[in-house]
């Protein structure tokens, strides 16, 4: 505090510009500093003198004032000087002042400072500007010549590069580092750099730079037709980290196509069989394929099939591998049969270009008639990817999983349509066929799907590329038929398939299951239940299928080794056991709640007691809110160029399709996010979110949460702050983006690339994430846990493959069980997504074929509404209607709820639950509000009834009713009623508020 130096009765503040007592006017001087602060490419630039000019809005001290040129980092006074008395003494005075610059500066390619006011023998310091000035950021990069592979000749053992200066410019070049071991996996000699290299660079510049290749490098390369990538690390004085830049180089070698193909495949009379063809370059140049064509021949009559290749799919780049399906139409040309057995087929590759030939390849095709699959099916209908698992009556084994694609046990939940104007056809594709149709530069007459799933249950018509206008069922539905078709054809399987048995989220709304159910019925298949007590069929909860891995049963020994290696109820399993499950899915998070109860190998009683599920936490989810962490870099990466946002479109496929659906390039770049994405949550394989947890647990413990409020952990991840990713993924492979021009973006890790903020994002994951899954597992797990009793956490799903969830998940568990925490255990595997699918066979083979084998759902759907709050437990209570959701066959559900008399607007809110009785509103999911404006008499309000009718299958009609004076009053049809309106438990059906009558 400060005294006026006039009135000296006023104790003022430094940041006070008047006197409260007397009005005098303190100094308030503004500085602008010449020339400007920042001077991109101009390293001779740099000024010897710094030029200020003061601006006064008030008498001066006549004591006299000095300005200080303040260094920021070290807080050291540079330069001081006095200001002449009388100079800036009147309002709106001005002055400049030139103020040497030390060496110590001219030499810094980047300083920041800053000019003080002070008053001599006063504490009175204001800081007049701030100054940041010097050499912009340089933006190192490979001339736009060397950016495509180096071509070199057989006996060359020079690679040239050209390096240029994109923006700012450049401090001294020390050295250029090669790292040939952390994009090759090779621990070669070093490549040594050939001089001269410039000490500095203006913007625009370039310079020739030359690698020397050893013996060991050569003999290496000519083994490599893809050729070799290295990484240079450019460093340069006054700089931390080195600019990186990939370089690939290799032999300018013909190219060798190649193609292989099964020895036999199997396909059933009358469909389409299809062909896996693997095609590889061994060369170092690439080859343009034209088509593939396969002849069957039966007898007379030759059955043809043809692939061909347009656009970018032509192109068989060097050391490239690709596997591509050949669709085979087993029909003959008059619409004839083929006879049931064995014929060979010649397949030829045939190129565009002039030279090149590869020998015929001949594959058996075994027809076989079309009949039922003796057998179940089932089907995980995942978010991102499907799997599915069968199970043979003649044939003994467990369960086993289809692989449906050429490389993967799981199709991608995509479907693309694409329309030929001058045929009029509209084609489907579905899995990885589909995602490559989202490369196609033709994008008017394509739309790819993502996200099938959790858009089943919405009323949303969509517009396909031919003009129909389609349901979201009715594209469920397509992709379901072309799935089953792809199961048919499968070796495995080589019969029609009519059931499935499918999987469903806790979370899963009323019309979203009704949905699934339409889709699954469109498509061929009737969706099957499991016997869950009173003989009542379910539907198979995502959540239950890792259960099975606890059941003491011979037959189970093998998964259960190949998934725990080992039992999760020891070898003293005969007793009552609690198991939690957490399925972490694309789209969702489900929990279960079990126990089990066993006697003896021969007689198990398993009971689902609680259930719900999330979907704030899922893979999708945490996908993200990874790119929400990493677009800073991404946009600052586009800034810094010059590049505008719009023209580089991203479309993730988990968002929401805008009207007129996505175009080609917004698609394409969203599915390269989003495998760059997908690869860094697979933490557990080695990466920044492993090192960073193996150092957290070290710190804290095992199960500690990482809690962004616990004021220990914000000190722990105050070390990562500005943190890009770790080190293992600096070298990792970068993100290619395409312009709407059709150019291609290179972004590479790096301090001028990619990087995430770790900390950002792990308080993000645990606000946004982490505190509501702590919610939904005190819905499931009672507050003081299985008391006396042991309990079994087992985690599934790729979500949870994520190191931050399993964290969170033994961290939320542990806190929940207190004191009792040591009779926790976690399950730590690394459970694959075909778990769910594989499970669900088992669920159903057990209950259908164990003696003794008792699977029971307390936890099943409750159908009903909230009622008033009740004063004692200060909880609202939970009226069933009934289980379920009605039928026709039904007749009238109701259940008493008083209201207050009056013509009000009444308001009933239906919905689902797990749990009867007293039940907190977090229990209740509410998937409907019904309104009207109602006049009630006293009378009516206190023997008032909600009752729900289904006029139509998947239609209700709710009304509020009451007893007739001469009705019965166990018979709701003959009450009074008011309608309220309709709700729809199927997509499109009917909306809420509706007539009975308008609910189609």
């Known amino acids: 505090m400060l005294i006026c130096p006039d009135c000296h009765g006023w104790r003022r503040h430094s940041s006070d510009r008047f006197c409260g007592h007397c009005g005098r006017s303190f100094i308030v001087l503004t500085a602008r500093a010449t020339p400007q602060y920042t001077y991109a490419g101009q390293p001779n630039a740099h000024p010897s003198v710094l030029t200020v000019m003061l601006t006064n809005d ?153 690698l020397v290749l050893k013996g060991s490098h050569i003999g290496r390369l000519r083994l490599m037709p893809g050729g070799m990538r290295v990484m240079l690390a450019i460093r340069l004085r006054n700089r931390g980290e080195p600019i990186r830049l990939p370089l690939l180089m290799r032999f300018k070698t013909p190219a060798k196509p190649e193609f292989s193909i ?63 399906v050949l669709p085979l139409s087993l029909r003959l040309g008059n619409g004839g049969m083929l006879a049931p057995r064995t014929y060979f087929c010649e397949v030829e590759l045939g190129f565009l270009d002039e030279g090149f030939s590869v020998p015929k390849r001949t594959v058996a095709v075994e027809v076989r008639p079309v009949q039922p699959f003796n057998g179940y099916i089932a089907i995980d209908f995942g978010t991102s990817a ?29 479907i693309a349509y694409a329309y030929d104007a001058d045929a009029n056809t509209l084609t489907r594709y579905i899995g990885n066929e589909a995602r490559r149709r989202a490369e196609s530069p033709n994008g008017a007459s394509i739309i790819v799907l993502d996200n099938l799933k959790w858009r089943i249950g919405t009323a949303e018509m969509l517009s396909l590329p031919n003009g129909d206008s389609v349901s979201w069922i009715d594209i469920a539905a397509d992709y379901l038929q072309m799935l089953k078709e792809r199961i048919e054809e499968h070796p495995s399987i080589a019969a029609s398939v009519e059931r499935a048995y499918p999987t469903r989220p806790a979370r899963f709304s009323s019309p979203a299951t009704a949905g699934l159910f339409a889709a699954f019925r469109k498509a061929g298949m009737a969706p099957m239940g499991i016997g869950s007590g009173g003989g009542r069929e379910v539907l198979v909860s995502e959540s239950w299928s890792p259960l099975i891995l606890a059941q003491p049963l011979p037959h189970l020994e093998a998964v259960q080794k190949d998934a725990l290696d080992g039992s999760v109820l020891g070898s003293s399993f005969v007793g009552t056991h609690h198991v939690l499950t957490y399925d972490v899915g694309g789209g969702s998070t489900d929990l279960s709640m079990f126990t089990i109860e066993v006697a003896d190998r021969s007689r198990i009683a398993v009971r689902e007691v609680a259930t719900d599920g999330s979907v704030v936490l899922c893979g999708n989810g945490i996908a993200a809110l990874l790119f929400r962490h990493l677009s800073i870099s991404l946009d600052l990466w586009f800034q810094k160029r010059g590049i505008q946002r719009f023209r580089v479109p991203i479309h993730l496929p988990w968002d929401e399709i805008p009207p007129g659906g996505v175009n080609a390039t917004a698609a394409r770049n969203g599915r390269a996010v989003a495998r760059l994405l997908r690869s860094l949550q697979n933490g557990y394989k080695g990466g920044p979110f492993l090192t960073m947890l193996s150092a957290f647990v070290q710190q804290f413990g095992e199960g500690h949460p990482i809690d962004p409020a616990d004021e220990a952990v914000v000190k722990w991840l105050s070390t990562y702050q500005g943190s890009i990713l770790a080190a293992e993924m600096l070298d990792g492979a970068p993100l290619a983006l395409v312009t709407v021009d059709g150019e291609t973006l290179e972004i590479h890790w790096g301090p001028e690339g990619l990087g995430l ?80 699918s594989l499970g669900a066979l088992y669920l159903a083979e057990l209950v259908l074929n164990t003696t003794g084998m008792q699977f029971r759902s307390e936890a099943s759907t409750l159908f009903g509404i909230l009622g008033d709050l009740d004063l004692r437990s200060g909880r609202r ?114 909306s809420a508020g509706a007539s009975g009558e308008e609910c189609e």
């Open 58 to 210: 008030g008498p001066v001290d006549p004591a006299g004032t000095v300005i200080v040129l303040i260094d920021r980092a070290s807080e050291q006074e540079l330069y001081r000087r006095e200001l002449p008395d009388g100079l800036l003494s009147t309002r709106g005075d001005c002055m400049d002042c030139d103020i040497p610059l030390p060496p110590s500066v001219v030499a810094t390619p980047l300083w920041k400072g800053r000019i003080e006011h002070r008053i001599p023998g006063r504490d009175d310091r204001r800081t007049l500007c701030d100054l940041d000035f010097g050499l912009s950021d340089p933006m190192l990069a490979l001339a736009e010549d060397t950016v495509e592979p180096v071509l070199l000749s057989q006996e060359q053992a020079t690679v040239p590069i050209r390096l240029q200066l994109r923006a700012g410019a450049l401090a001294p070049i020390e050295h250029i580092d090669v790292d040939m071991e952390a994009i090759s996996g090779w621990d070669a000699p070093p490549l040594v750099q050939l001089p001269p290299i410039p000490s500095r660079l203006a913007a625009g510049d370039d310079f020739q730079a030359s």
């Open 262 to 324: 099964p020895n036999r495949i199997t396909g059933l009379n009358g469909r389409t069989a299809r062909l896996p063809i693997t095609l590889t370059n061994h060369g170092g140049t690439a080859c343009t394929l034209h088509t593939l064509e396969a002849r069957l021949n039966a007898g007379s009559e030759r059955i043809a099939g043809t692939l061909e290749f347009t656009g970018a799919d032509a192109a068989l780049e060097p050391g490239e591998e690709r596997t591509v």
């Open 386 to 414: 499907t799997a599915v698992a069968y199970l043979r009556h003649d044939e003994a084994g467990p369960p086993r999983v289809l692989s449906l694609e050429p490389t993967d046990a799981f199709v991608p939940t995509t």
């Open 757 to 836: 903020d770790l900390p950002g994002f792990v308080a993000d994951f645990w606000a946004s994430m982490a505190t509501p899954m702590r919610q939904t597992l005190s819905n499931v797990l009672p507050s003081d846990g299985p008391r006396g009793q042991v309990l079994h956490v087992l985690v599934s799903g790729r979500g949870s493959l994520f190191p931050l969830v399993r964290q969170m998940i033994r961290g939320h568990v542990a806190a929940a069980l207190g004191k009792r925490a040591h009779d926790l255990r976690f399950i730590d595997t690394e459970f694959l997504k075909n778990i769910t």
């Open 877 to 990: 209570r939970f009226l069933k209607l009934c289980d379920g959701y009605p039928t026709p066959s039904d007749g009238i559900c109701a259940v008493h709820r008083p209201l207050p008399p009056g013509n009000l607007d009444r308001r009933v809110e239906l919905g689902v639950a797990t749990r009867e009785g007293d039940l907190e509103e977090s229990r209740f999911r509410q998937e409907y509000v019904v309104s009207n404006r109602v006049e009630l008499t006293v009378q009516q309000s206190e023997n008032l009834h909600v009752l729900i009718e289904a006029r139509r299958e998947h239609c209700l009609t709710v009304s509020l009713g009451w007893p007739a004076p001469d009705g019965d009053v166990n018979d709701p049809s003959t009450f009074e009623m008011v309608e309220l309106g309709s709700i729809a438990l199927v997509a499109g059906a009917c």
